[in-house]
């Protein structure tokens, strides 16, 4: 903000003058503080008693707008400002703007900086470092483009103080730093509590079943290409999937960002809520700011229907939620970067009408309870990520008494499986299983009813994510 406003003095050959509370009224290039001008009403009465024209820059100022006399001073220096080319700017990480100033007041929004930004810095602080430490660069060309990419979703300061620690903890760069600058940044990310960068460990061989949806993932990934773009193509803009709990929705939406080779950012919608007045909307911008910055990639909203409910009881918050729903819909129907939402939903009745509008998602998907051979696949998935053959176990027996089971409800059969046998001291059978699949109640005979209706409504709403028709619950159980 600071270079900016620096800058632009500089070629309307303005002076340019800068406040802090800790320092007062300065003046670029003096170096001394004007007299007396650390508290802000003297700074503004100062800055509004000086003719020559100049541009001044106010840091945190903000914060006193609760004084009736800060803002009548800057209500007076917005009138006399307007005759000439004196311009006073405030500085600040998130600003509202109140009804009184808003009439002489223009609010401009700084991007977090793009790859060229991000690629200006990365030379200068490594050649900066370089000379007094003798820092080492060991990466080729193309890590060093990799490098700067993993920087995006930072501020300039945020990036060079990552960079700085990784060149300064073995005076040198090279491959083992990407591990650090993406663990540094997973922390600031998640500073907000909003925001979480995720590992990409899930991938859609992981994944049992859902033909229809990985079919769909395939293809609609080649959309982030520049050959799409040249033939006209726009990214996928995101799906919304609905379903039964621990079908595998949150998975598969894991497994996308893995396999379109792109970031995924998980965002906490519940987190959003502040007790502080706009603190929540600033939240929402900066979360999603934050994923613009950070574009191509993937935008993860698990049980969406928490975070911005439905009608019912919404204005028990003043309308918060509503606010807080309302620009995320604009956002992702106005969006211009590449930003795929992937929400996962498991209460229809819960979701806004809004949500499901055509042009929210793409496709709206019905993730079901597996079929036959979707259950094979469960179990063949989670037995090999415990080092086990599945060729060993009789896989259509167990696939048919899992009937009715979720994906989740499979492997914790499979895991209580595993304590049974350890506590014989004996290795895992087909027989230890089977008997924890039918000591098991799943969900879909507990909420038969509900899951039914799911199914009802879904039907000829949605694209089923399994190559096999939906069922009814009856059928499931």
């Not at 999937?241 to 497994?255: D, E, I």
């Not at 949500?355 to 929210?360: A, D, F, N, S, Y």
């Amino acid at each position: 903000m600071r270079s900016l406003v620096a800058d632009a003095a500089v070629r309307q050959e303005l002076p340019f003058f800068e406040w802090k509370v800790t320092t007062g009224l300065i003046r670029t290039g003096t170096g001394e503080p004007l007299h007396d001008t650390e508290k802000p009403d003297k700074a503004l009465k100062a800055a509004a008693g000086m003719r020559t024209e100049a541009v001044y820059l106010f840091y945190d100022l903000h914060k006193y707008f609760e004084d009736p006399a800060i803002l009548r001073s800057l209500r007076d220096i917005g009138e006399s400002f307007s005759a000439d080319r004196r311009t006073l700017f405030l500085c600040a990480e998130s600003l509202e703007v109140p009804d009184e100033l808003k009439s002489s007041t223009a609010i401009l929004q700084l991007d977090l900086p793009d790859s060229q930004a991000l690629r200006e810095l990365t030379v200068r602080t490594l050649r900066d470092l370089g000379a007094p430490r003798r820092i080492r660069v060991d990466l080729s060309m193309p890590e060093l483009e990799q490098l700067i990419e993993s920087l995006r979703g930072l501020t300039l300061q945020e990036a060079q103080r990552v960079l700085m620690t990784a060149a300064l903890d073995d005076l040198k760069i090279d491959r083992q730093d990407f591990k650090h600058i993406l663990d540094r940044k997973k922390t600031l990310i998640a500073s907000d509590g909003v925001l979480e960068l995720c590992a990409q460990e899930t991938t859609l061989q992981q994944v049992g079943g859902l033909e229809n949806l990985k079919a769909w993932l395939k293809k609609r990934g080649a959309g982030f290409s520049p050959e799409a773009r040249r033939h006209g193509l726009e990214p996928p803009r995101g799906l919304l999937l609905l379903g039964v709990q621990g079908c595998g929705k949150s998975l598969c939406a894991k497994a996308v960002a893995s396999e379109w080779g792109l970031p995924l950012l998980r965002l906490d919608a519940s987190a959003l809520y502040d007790k502080f007045v706009g603190e929540s909307e600033r939240r929402m911008r900066g979360a999603l700011r934050t994923a613009e910055a950070m574009s191509p990639t993937v935008l993860w909203i698990d049980e969406i229907e928490k975070g911005f409910p439905g009608r019912a009881g919404a204005e028990s918050d003043g309308g918060l939620a509503r606010r807080i729903f309302g620009g995320f819909i604009s956002w992702l129907q106005e969006k211009k970067r590449p930003v795929c939402v992937v929400a996962t939903a498991n209460d229809i009745q819960a979701l806004p009408p809004e949500l499901l509008r055509k042009g929210r998602f793409d496709e709206i998907f019905f993730v079901d309870l597996p079929g036959d051979a979707a259950r094979r696949s469960i179990l063949a998935v989670h037995l090999s990520k415990r080092g086990l053959d599945p060729a060993t176990f009789d896989l259509a027996a167990l696939a048919a008494a899992a009937d009715g089971f979720s994906g989740a409800e499979i492997e914790a059969a499979i895991v209580a499986a595993l304590y049974s046998a350890f506590a014989e001291k004996a290795a895992l059978s087909s027989p230890h299983i089977l008997a924890e699949l039918q000591r098991s109640v799943p969900l879909s005979r507990t909420c038969r009813e509900s899951i039914e209706e799911l199914r009802a409504w879904a039907r000829g709403r949605t694209v089923p994510a399994a190559a096999e028709p939906l069922r009814s619950a009856t059928t499931a159980a």
